[in-house]
């Protein structure tokens, strides 16, 4: 049975586990708070105001437009969002970064496609860049905002939105950190706007992605959660088996950007199969 | 009326943070003292504590002296203690255990039967599983322990009911995920309808790599009924008193333990033995 939506006391429940999980890696490692790349997009949102809760003053929000691309209306929902929950923040546009990338790449080579979308991944990366140094700068942890629709279907960059030392939401789908952002107090407006990764003009996930985001949830809940087969799902869903496929494929290949590096065994001891112990290690 | 006060010691522990659980162990054996309880119940592993790494192999010669270390307290104690930790034996095997401690010895130890290795769970990587259930004799009665996933099963706490256990305590580390709360409560209802005695179970709080201990430590009567609830998710010191007189006044009339037939037992075991084949 498809049951992605999440009652009162359980969105309640959530919180309360995700704001712990904030506090206890902090605790642990005795850092002095968190650093959370803030866009004005439901889950930075969701994660930020999380993130006040654990950490109080001690989270830092780092909002880094590109002018002329990230949308207004984004950067002004972020500095909604700090205003609301009364959340230090820093405001960096990254354009200048941006530029130099591509100063650095011949005119006639951008027109590619695949270097169109080398060069949008590189815009989270320098977010990235600007997330670490002020983790380094101030010991704080980088908290990631992704969530497990996206890293199922691989729909993030790789050390870029993707870098971080703790995902407190990637246990939850895209519709489900909907719900948990609405329990938290977050405008309407907010979650009810169209998603987007961002990396060019007028780009939105669904259109990116072929579906709405509900459709989405109920085909990987089908896969994962019930762990039915293509087939078995194209039948409980009423769906084209290839939509599904196609989803599934991009589950299939994306394995690599929810792993760390492979390491080829040599030994007994190889530190990322036989080796195994806690992050928060005492 | 013949009751038993127990204290339920719902801790945080940590997976190698022997001080810690150690600190949060002596914290609620004073609170225990306080509220003059017969017994104090900790979860699952609360010495070394429960989780997924290799940890449990580096420090179980700490756990092993925090466990005499409680054996030594008891002496001038009134509260029996029920602790969860590692147990060693001769050839070095490693086992999942509780252990019953009081006025400076140890009454009992139970190694876990049913070991898990399915979803996060790692067990056998570890430990060896238990081959006994048996009943210990205390000052209250007889007593059966059980550790977490030994309760999952109908066969661990029948053998307890059919060695006379007028109680059972079920230590725990419960990983937190969608409805499990739930399935917990099922699961020890069961075991009580089957076997008409009441159970105390008391799981671990607090939270390590992301994975959330749940706490929310029960208690029921021998009929069922669902009689102390701790927090969720946070540390808890809960005192509940519990009828032992239940069980006998129950079974008078529902007479189905006493029922179960031989031969069907050695059906049972046919048919595992089929299914094994």
């Known amino acids: 049975m498809i049951n992605i939506k999440l009652k009162n006391d359980e969105l309640e429940l959530y919180r309360k586990i995700i704001v712990n999980s904030i506090r206890a890696r902090i605790d642990k490692i005795h850092a002095r708070g968190g650093v959370v790349a803030l866009s004005g997009g439901i889950d930075s949102s969701l994660v930020a105001v999380l993130a006040k809760e654990a950490l109080g003053e001690n989270v830092l929000a780092l909002i880094m437009p590109e002018e002329g691309v990230s949308p207004d209306s984004d950067t002004n929902h972020a500095i909604k969002i700090v205003k609301k929950f009364d959340i230090p923040h820093k405001i960096i546009p990254i354009n200048g970064a941006i530029d130099w990338f591509f100063d650095i790449f011949p005119e006639k080579e951008l027109s590619k496609r695949e270097v169109k979308l080398a060069l949008a991944n590189v815009k989270p990366k320098i977010r990235m860049i600007i997330n670490y140094l002020h983790a380094n700068l101030e010991n704080r942890i980088v908290i990631g905002t992704t969530n497990k629709t996206e890293l199922l279907l691989g729909y993030g960059t790789k050390y870029g939105d993707l870098a971080a030392d703790i995902y407190p939401i990637a246990d939850l789908y895209k519709t489900q950190v909907w719900q948990l952002a609405e329990h938290v107090g977050i405008p309407t407006e907010i979650v009810r706007k169209k998603p987007t990764a961002g990396l060019w003009k007028g780009q939105t996930d669904e259109e990116e992605l072929g579906h709405t985001y509900q459709e989405i949830d109920k085909i990987l809940y089908t896969l994962v959660e019930l762990e039915f087969s293509v087939k078995e799902a194209s039948e409980y869903l009423g769906m084209k088996e290839e939509a599904i496929e196609d989803i599934f494929r991009r589950v299939k290949m994306s394995e690599h950007k929810r792993k760390t590096p492979t390491i080829t065994r040599l030994s007994r001891m190889c530190l990322d199969k036989d080796w195994r112990y806690p992050v928060e290690r005492y | ?277």
């Not at chain 2, 979803?119 to 322990?145: C, M």
């Not at chain 2, 179970?201 to 669902?226: E, H, K, P, R």
């Not at chain 2, 009689?227 to 008193?241: D, G, I, Y």
């Open chain 2, 1 to 277: 009326m013949r009751k038993i006060s127990v204290g339920i010691g719902q801790i945080i522990t940590r997976l190698g943070d022997i001080q810690g659980n150690r600190e949060r162990i002596l914290k609620f054996i004073e609170e225990g003292k306080k509220k003059n309880v017969d017994v104090i119940v900790f979860p699952e592993l609360s010495t070394l504590g429960f989780g997924s790494g290799d940890i449990y192999l580096d420090k179980v010669n700490e756990n092993l002296q925090l466990v005499e270390e409680l054996v030594e307290i008891s002496n001038d104690l009134k509260p029996y203690l029920i602790v969860g930790f590692v147990d060693r034996d001769e050839r070095g095997f490693f086992y999942n255990a509780a252990a019953i401690i009081g006025k400076g010895k140890i009454l009992g130890v139970h190694r876990k039967v049913q070991l898990v290795n399915y979803r996060l769970f790692d067990e056998k990587r570890y430990f060896a599983p238990g081959s006994s259930v048996n009943v210990f004799d205390t000052p209250w009665g007889k007593t059966g322990i059980l550790i977490c996933e030994d309760v999952w099963f109908p066969e661990p706490a029948r053998i307890l009911a059919f060695r006379g256990a007028e109680i059972i305590f079920v230590l725990s580390a419960s990983p937190f995920d969608r409805g499990k709360p739930e399935v917990w409560e099922a699961f020890l209802k069961s075991r009580i309808y089957d076997n008409i005695l009441p159970m105390v179970m008391v799981n671990q709080a607090g939270i390590q790599d992301g994975v959330t201990y749940w706490g929310g430590s029960m208690v029921f009567d021998a009929a069922g009924n669902l009689t102390h609830k701790a927090e969720l998710l946070n540390q808890q010191f809960l005192v509940a008193e519990i009828n032992l007189d239940l069980s006998r006044v129950l079974r008078r009339r529902d007479i189905r333990l006493r029922e179960t037939r031989m031969e069907i037992l050695e059906e049972l075991l046919k048919a595992y033995r089929e299914m094994q084949k």
